[in-house]
């Protein structure tokens, strides 16, 4: 077998075990062994288990993961969600469709505390959509609204993505969140837009004269303002060198497990939830890892990577459409898989690949350039049909809506997405603004 008729042979087993509803880190596990051991014998592949799972989840970095995700936790169980949407709505909600521009603020906020996509869309729908269904809102543009609002939990830091992003191309993870704000803040305001002209250019969706009661913004303010505090104290400590992302992330988590309990919403159900929730999504996403990288040193001993990065570089194809190719695979990827699977099974073939362009940029920047990238392809991916994992999770949880509903309901998210991912492309310095200031 030639190695390209491998290396397709190993993705064709891996999807074969995915269609059939198989884990994914296991079908990948399943797949690089599969591949491994096609190229050596059982010594050479028992060798090198042996010292794998140790070499992985021995790196120091990787603690930064479940303590984010901890943090997350203490704010969903804590009630932090509702006091952000409360705020979000007493500021917007006399607006034409300002619960939906509501449900953007408060999904961007609460991002600043989670780091998960889908934990940010399930965590604000269960406040969201019983309040919007109220007010005479669309199910597909309530649904559409947070499904999008969802994406924003990887793209306001802290970010699980970009610390995956960070730890597999030995990037700088403060300088990653810091090169997210821009694009975040384009992406929030992008959707707050979209929202705007879709409820005057398609009627029905939103009421004639939506009656919102408006919340005293002084209370409301005092809800959110822990929330406030421990994005600065978390993120001003890390840009300020005062302690690293890991260390960051363990005061964070602190931070919010006391505001939580001063909050008197966090109980002890809720803090045995927390850690079990904390644990169950780590253990997911370092069996990802494990099997990415069976999958990815099965792949190496083929030689395809490097010999796809080489042809390339020999087509002679501008640097920027190669670029833009590798984000078309992404957007496709994403479509089927989850964000995570996405970046470390590709990310050994496509890195060295980008790497390899001359953009004259140095190679750090042009690494967090990529990153940006990669993360708002990651973002659509969540969006688009036929799985668009936030639109599949937000949906579950509106009763009655149906999924195509939800579907045409994210159309102009999808434009947003695309539009800033163009923008990122073609305008570098927006997503290093902030990066060069570190320097």
């Not at 090169?179 to 979209?194: D, F, H, R, S, W």
């Not at 996403?285 to 030689?303: E, K």
Request: proline letters at 5%; hydrophobic letters at 60%; aromatic letters at 8%.
């Amino acid at each position: 077998m030639t190695p390209i008729a491998l290396a397709l042979a190993i993705f064709a087993v891996m999807l074969v075990m995915m269609a059939v509803r198989i884990p994914i880190g296991v079908a990948m596990f399943a797949a690089g062994s599969f591949g491994y051991l096609a190229q050596t014998d059982w010594g050479p592949y028992a060798n090198f288990l042996k010292s794998l799972a140790h070499a992985r989840f021995s790196t120091y970095d990787l603690s930064v993961i479940p303590l984010f995700l901890l943090m997350g936790q203490f704010a969903s169980q804590g009630g932090l969600s509702r006091a952000l949407f409360r705020f979000a709505a007493g500021l917007l909600g006399r607006l034409k469709g300002g619960l939906s521009m509501a449900s953007i603020v408060a999904c961007a906020a609460f991002g600043a505390v989670c780091g998960s996509s889908v934990a940010t869309a399930a965590t604000l729908s269960s406040v969201a959509l019983p309040e919007m269904a109220r007010h005479g809102y669309s199910g597909r543009l309530s649904t559409a609204t947070l499904a999008a609002g969802g994406t924003l939990g990887i793209m306001v830091p802290p970010s699980v993505i970009l610390v995956i992003y960070g730890i597999l191309t030995e990037q700088n993870i403060a300088k990653l969140f810091a090169a997210a704000m821009l694009p975040a803040l384009i992406m929030i305001a992008g959707c707050m837009i979209a929202i705007g002209a879709y409820v005057r250019l398609v009627p029905g969706h939103v009421p004639d004269h939506d009656q919102v009661e408006r919340a005293s913004l002084r209370s409301a303010l005092a809800g959110v303002a822990p929330i406030g505090l421990i994005f600065v104290l978390v993120f001003g400590g890390i840009y300020g060198g005062v302690f690293t992302p890991t260390e960051g992330a363990a005061i964070g988590a602190l931070a919010t497990f006391v505001v939580a309990l001063a909050r008197r919403e966090l109980g002890l159900a809720g803090i045995a939830t927390s850690f079990y929730l904390t644990a169950q999504s780590s253990a997911m996403i370092f069996l990802i890892f494990l099997g990415a990288d069976v999958m990815n040193s099965a792949l190496a001993l083929t030689q395809v990577p490097n010999q796809l990065a080489e042809g390339i570089g020999a087509l002679g194809i501008p640097p920027l459409a190669i670029v833009a190719i590798i984000l078309l695979v992404y957007i496709a990827l994403g479509c089927v898989m989850d964000e995570l699977s996405v970046i470390l099974l590709t990310m050994p073939i496509f890195f060295p690949i980008v790497m390899g362009l001359d953009f004259g940029m140095d190679y750090s920047e042009q690494a967090i350039w990529f990153g940006m990238l990669v993360l708002m392809t990651v973002v659509i991916g969540l969006l688009t049909p036929p799985v668009g994992l936030n639109v599949y999770i937000v949906n579950s949880m509106a009763k009655g809506v149906p999924i195509a509903e939800s579907y045409r309901g994210v159309l102009p998210f999808l434009v947003v997405g695309l539009l800033a991912t163009v923008l990122l492309l073609l305008v570098p310095e927006i997503p290093l603004a902030f990066v060069r200031m570190m320097d």
